[in-house]
């Protein structure tokens, strides 16, 4: 009877494990979600005379840049 115990003591700690790793593939994906698209320059398009446009925006890690 020892042996079942272990078995399903074992069994269980496998589950939190996988629950564990599915809950920091999710935070990861979140990441993802919270990330913006920006297209440089808005409308107008982008030039070399872009200098004012970053302004007011706040830029992060996983942001996409466009470049039309």
């Avoid at 078995?7 to 809950?23: D, E, K």
Wanted: charged letters at 15%.
């Amino acid at each position: 009877m020892n042996s079942q115990g272990r078995g399903s003591a074992r069994f269980n700690i496998m589950q939190v494990v996988a629950v564990l790793l599915l809950l920091c593939l999710m935070a990861v994906q979140l990441e993802y979600v919270n990330a913006a698209t920006y297209t440089v320059g808005d409308s107008g398009g982008w030039s070399f005379k872009t200098d004012k446009w970053p302004n007011g925006k706040q830029f992060r890690a996983g942001d996409v840049l466009i470049f039309n």
